[in-house]
């Protein structure tokens, strides 16, 4: 007998249960369901969209971001909590439709990315609550005065008029003197006011549930199996088939003609396709179509990236640096040319390159999809990171008016970026309206590493002028490799255009902006990171843009993800050459105090430079690496030792500062991950691409970090008052610079290439 994942989860549940080994208590509002507010018909107050609470007392909340194991079903949900002074896990909580309502501000559109939830809700979503707690405390303060009820003033003088501030609201119920009254009993008259606006918001010296540690309110349902992913819903859809599209063996291949006849004669199988990305294959169990897969005769062609190999991309980026000088970035003073100044001339000169390959993403939950065409009608089923990107898409694809396409948003396996790409999502409404069947599309976990939207691959040459008391004077930086926006803007134009917009006028866009972006414009990612942290009197950084053609994408971190690793290794190299201690020659450089501040925590959490001089010649070193990412500031010091040419991290100081902690608990969570998922494409991750051809298949040979490479990870958070920053992706930019510099401590080789490999240094 065969057992999935979740089935394993549920039944250990049971059995655990069953023993009496331990107790385990569903946890209310983790089911995601599609529109909270549309399931109940009781009287409610509801709130601009965010929160809904019911005669019944019960509390629901509308999530405006997506979950994808970062927390923010938490951390929003704690915002709300504070606020109506009610325990998080009290709260229902659903996903959000797509709506306006919903729109992401600090974007413009409906998404989740750019550890933006915490920073851009902060304030409005403990608003709405703050106005929904004090218009169900206004609604309490003139029923009370009147009588609520003769039970309920049994000991109250109803002839007395009792004034707003005398009521609280505390844990569900509106307090008076030493009553308790519940809070759903004044929720019909709440119901009729005019909300409150601007309700003043909770003092921070009266916080029960901001900055303080608690159990996350998806943990036990996700531990459990009762969760519900995208991938697990299957079953609730009538008649639903499952499919899945063989892409072309290259990159770029095309479908030029395919025999399905024996795969069509196997039971179960009813459609084999084409579709404008390959060919799908649909049966009633996904079994049946890995079955019909190797009875499909298909020629393809080749494409232009048939000679195409990841090896030369070094090569290829070099050469085009040495053609182009590229478009300019960001210019300070005399920028590159006083790198020649007769000021500078005597000055300390250095120069490096470094280089970082494609990368996968690599989530838990392979890319997959339902798709429900009916009656003009369509309903999609799926976690995606860009639920507005996938919805007008769709009805782009189908010819439907928005509102006629529903999306069901679900949690999420992982997202790191992949999933604000749709195109699964659009290549499952092409196979369920060729198939004329609801399908639901499950990529394979090759499938999946194959037809990714990669991170770019970047080179960059650096140049510096230091003087002899060690201070940047000058910093140059050229850039080379491929951009991100032309690669989003066709997924993201049906989105953001009117819906009135032609599905052809908006792929002409797509390509006038993809040209712009590459010919006459800096993409912000593709910089971003390379300089802002020390920023000395001169300073420049171009970019040349070499896209080979191969599809990028938003990956954790974004450009910092590589600028991190550039800039603090050649931070590194220019403090050993001027004779200074790594985290001196920083201190002394750095233009941000929050850096300063979070490096000098760092610093002595891990016993630096102590501890870095008693291993003397062991091979075992402390290095160092500090970023600013989205606002915050991270420090990393990495304890590394070098056996033979493997590399051990054997632990990883972390400092945060990212405004108010809302979670401490996420917030370590968050770095943590971070530092492993860093870890993965510092020692472990590339895409190796031969012939045009992905060589690898799955996590055996894309290997991420294991287990027995986890370092002992500190994270130590910054007390702080200042509004909250993002946290989901600054973890990662620093760590594979910190361990670089590390190796280079404990053996004197520079690695400027990733991944870190001891026989492959410069």
């Not at 000088?325 to 490096?352: C, I, P, T």
């Not at 929050?594 to 430079?609: E, H, R």
């Amino acid at each position: 007998m065969s057992i999935t994942r979740r089935g394993f989860l549920k039944l250990s549940t049971k059995l655990a249960a069953a023993s009496g080994a331990s107790l385990i208590v569903p946890v209310s509002g983790c089911a995601a369901k599609p529109n909270a507010f549309t399931q109940t018909s009781s009287v409610s107050y509801q709130d601009e969209g965010f929160i809904q609470i019911l005669a019944t007392g019960e509390v629901h909340f509308v999530l405006p971001r997506d979950e994808m194991g970062q927390g923010i079903y938490h951390g929003l949900t704690t915002l709300i909590a504070e606020e109506l002074a009610i325990a998080p896990e009290r709260i229902n909580v659903h996903f959000a439709p797509v709506d306006k309502t919903y729109t992401n501000t600090g974007y413009n559109m409906q998404g989740t990315w750019g550890s933006s939830s915490i920073r851009e809700h902060y304030l409005p979503l403990r608003q709405a609550a703050a106005n929904a707690r004090e218009t169900i405390l206004k609604a309490a303060s003139t029923q009370l005065s009147i009588g609520l009820s003769t039970d309920l003033n049994t000991n109250l003088n109803t002839k007395t008029s009792i004034q707003r501030n005398e009521l609280t609201l505390n844990n569900g119920f509106v307090v008076f003197q030493d009553n308790k009254y519940p809070m759903g009993d004044f929720i019909p008259a709440a119901a009729q006011l005019t909300p409150v606006d601007n309700a003043p918001l909770k003092a921070a010296s009266e916080f029960r549930h901001i900055g303080k540690h608690s159990k996350r309110i998806d943990i036990t349902a996700k531990v459990t199996g009762q969760a519900n992913y995208g991938i697990d819903l299957g079953e609730n859809v009538p008649n639903l088939h499952r499919a899945t599209v063989i892409h072309g063996p290259n990159i770029d291949a095309t479908l030029v003609d395919f025999d399905a006849s024996k795969a069509l004669a196997l039971e179960g199988v009813t459609d084999v396709v084409a579709v404008p990305t390959g060919l799908a294959i649909v049966a009633k169990h996904y079994w049946q179509v890995q079955q019909a897969i190797p009875l499909i005769d298909i020629n393809w062609s080749q494409g232009d990236l048939v000679n195409f190999n990841s090896n030369e991309l070094p090569q290829h980026l070099t050469q085009k640096l040495s053609q182009e000088s590229g478009v300019k970035a960001f210019k300070r003073g005399d920028g590159a040319d006083a790198l020649n100044d007769d000021e500078y001339q005597a000055l300390n000169h250095h120069s490096a390159t470094y280089f970082a390959p494609y990368l996968a993403h690599m989530t838990m939950e392979p890319m997959n999809c339902i798709v429900h065409i009916n009656d003009e009608q369509c309903d999609i089923w799926v976690g995606t990171q860009a639920p507005e990107f996938a919805r007008n898409g769709v009805a782009d694809l189908l010819d439907l008016d928005r509102d006629k396409v529903t999306l069901h948003n679900q949690f999420m396996g992982g997202g790191f970026g992949r999933r604000v790409g749709v195109d699964y999502i659009l290549e499952a409404a092409h196979i369920a309206r060729l198939a004329n069947k609801p399908i639901q599309l499950i990529w394979s976990r090759t499938e999946d590493l194959h037809n990714d939207y990669y991170r770019p691959p970047a080179l960059i040459q650096y140049q510096a002028k230091v003087d002899d008391n060690g201070y940047l004077k000058v910093l140059s930086g050229q850039r080379a490799g491929p951009n991100i926006f032309p690669y989003v803007l066709p997924e993201a134009l049906p989105a953001v255009l009117p819906a009135f917009v032609p599905s052809g006028v908006s792929a002409w866009l797509a390509k006038r902006g993809g040209d712009v972006i590459n010919n006459w414009k800096n993409e912000t990612s593709s910089v971003e990171g390379l300089f802002e942290d020390y920023l000395p009197e001169h300073c420049e950084i171009r970019n040349v843009t070499y896209d080979p053609g191969i599809r990028t994408g938003y990956w954790r971190g974004v450009g910092h993800s590589l600028s991190g690793f550039f800039k603090e290794t050649f931070i590194d190299e220019l403090a050993y050459q001027a004779a200074h201690d790594p985290v001196e020659f920083r201190l002394k450089n750095l233009k941000d105090e929050g850096l300063k501040q979070v490096l000098s925590i760092a610093a002595k959490q891990a016993n630096w430079p102590t501890k870095a001089k008693s291993m003397g010649n062991s091979k075992r070193a402390l290095g160092v690496a500090v970023h600013r990412s989205l606002k915050t500031a991270v420090a990393q010091i990495a304890d590394v030792s070098v056996e033979a040419d493997k590399i051990i991290v054997h632990s990883v100081t972390c400092v945060i500062d990212c405004g108010v902690a809302i979670n401490p608990d996420v917030i370590k969570a968050q770095m943590e991950g971070s530092i492993i998922f860093g870890m993965s494409a510092a020692l472990n991750s590339q895409v190796k691409i031969a012939q045009g051809q992905i060589t690898q298949t799955n996590f055996h040979d894309y290997p991420i970090m294991r287990y027995p490479q986890a370092p002992q990870i500190n994270v130590y958070i910054v007390p702080s008052t200042k509004p909250p920053t993002g946290v989901g992706e600054p973890g990662v930019p620093p760590i594979a610079a910190a361990i670089g510099n590390a190796i280079y401590a404990a053996t004197g080789k520079r690695l400027r290439s990733l991944p870190l490999a001891l026989n492959e240094s410069a």
